[in-house]
């Protein structure tokens, strides 16, 4: 009964269109109300719980950072990169999306921004050399939710604090997975283009290629500079989102030189909005995470799926179709909120490893970005596309495909993510 109520009126106060915050601290509250345990202080106290967390102090840096790196120019500089050594190609243009999801990912961690950016300098350039807008604007927000799985990842923070897992650990397990998902982004953009009619660009010159590198560089170090403090145990995620936002600053500022003091303004108070809602979410879903633990949910969940405990695989199936089936309804950081909690004991006793665990909840959390009636990221791509959802929808899924089978293969080939974790830690 207890898993029922709090089911209806978390599901109940999203469809009446309330914030999912708001649906996490009423669900909590009426779970505290079933069980007689009413107690406003309780609530207070794990709000406050729920943000009061210093790992958690990574998200803002990295949201601060991406920020900072589009208004100064170091967004641009990784475009004009990809554009001098792809832009000759057939279809060139998709490659220089691809690549800048890449690269982007390194930088921010989140694919909201990561789609806008690209998708505002990109998707005008694609649709006036011929491409189809549809089909562009759907590599983009498929590129785009590459962001969340290549370190720095802020659902990989949400998760590993949410969990208990390493964040470290995180990080280094997402970067295969990320680069499976962009290969075969390519090999699918290379099969759908390969006879279209589209613009070619010139192809750059020795001179003009080192030059794009050399303005890029220093975009180009942030991501390795922080792979190499994490693997090298040099400093924390949350420490790594200092670097990162303080890198930020001193490249746009003191290097490039686009970066505007009067602009820093506006840039800081974006990313105090983007914070402060990740942040409500995670202090109201330590309300619902303590209700859960008193109301003994993962027992009830576990002896509803004790059947699958002995086949990792078939739990693993089970629980992905979950995430994905809660992620067409649910944007990703309530979704970690929520579920975590209730999973991993299941996936404890089943012997799973956490960390390979998060990295296939996150990936699978992020096919349902890219999947309506929420679908972030396909909103965004609309939004900056200028096309309908039903328009993005017939151009997107044949990547949406690809990153599926993506999913499964890491699902039935955990290799992919704990042999390069060894190597990487």
Not at 170 to 189: E, Q, S
Not at 284 to 307: N, Y
Request: with cysteine; charged share 10%; net charge neutral.
């Amino acid at each position: 009964m207890t898993l029922t109520i709090f089911a209806i009126v978390l599901l109940g106060v999203m469809a009446l269109g309330a914030p999912i915050a708001f649906a996490l601290l009423a669900s909590g509250v009426a779970l505290m109300i079933y069980l007689d345990i009413f107690d406003s202080v309780i609530i207070a106290q794990n709000l406050i719980k729920g943000a009061d967390s210093f790992p958690l102090l990574a998200v803002p840096f990295f949201i601060l950072a991406g920020e900072l790196m589009n208004a100064g120019g170091i967004s641009k500089r990784i475009v004009n990169l990809a554009m001098a050594l792809f832009g000759h190609i057939r279809g060139g243009l998709g490659y220089v999306a691809i690549l800048g999801s890449v690269l982007f990912a390194g930088l921010s961690g989140s694919a909201v921004a990561d789609t806008a950016a690209l998708g505002a300098i990109l998707i005008p350039m694609m649709v006036k050399s011929g491409y189809n807008r549809n089909r562009s604007t759907g590599l983009i927000a498929a590129g785009g939710i590459i962001a969340p799985i290549i370190p720095p990842s802020i659902p990989m923070i949400i998760f590993g604090v949410t969990s208990g897992v390493s964040i470290t650990k995180l990080f280094m397990a997402g970067i295969v997975p990320g680069l499976l998902i962009a290969v075969g982004l390519i090999v699918i953009w290379w099969w759908l283009v390969r006879k279209d009619n589209m613009q070619v660009f010139p192809r750059k010159s020795g001179k003009e290629i080192v030059k794009a590198t050399r303005e890029a560089i220093w975009a180009l170090l942030l991501p390795v500079i922080i792979v190499a403090g994490l693997r090298g145990g040099i400093f924390t995620p949350t420490e790594a989102g200092v670097i990162a936002a303080f890198y930020a600053l001193f490249v746009g500022l003191v290097i490039y030189r686009e970066l505007k003091i009067q602009v820093l303004y506006k840039v800081l108070v974006a990313a105090a909005k983007m914070t402060s809602t990740v942040l409500f979410l995670v202090a109201a879903a330590m309300v619902s995470a303590w209700l859960i633990t008193v109301a003994d949910l993962p027992s009830l969940l576990t002896g509803l799926l004790e059947p699958l405990i002995e086949s990792p695989l078939a739990l693993m199936l089970i629980i992905t179709l979950l995430v994905i089936a809660l992620g067409t309804a649910m944007d990703m950081v309530p979704l970690i909120l929520i579920l975590t909690p209730v999973l991993m004991p299941l996936v404890n006793l089943a012997g799973i490893d956490p960390v390979y665990f998060g990295v296939v909840f996150v990936v699978a959390g992020c096919i349902g970005l890219l999947t309506p009636p929420v679908g972030t990221v396909l909103n965004v791509a609309c939004s900056v596309g200028k096309i309908t959802l039903v328009d993005i929808l017939k151009g997107i899924w044949p990547f949406l495909l690809v990153e599926i089978v993506v999913l499964i293969l890491l699902i039935l080939f955990p290799s992919l993510v704990t042999v390069p974790l060894e190597w990487f830690t």
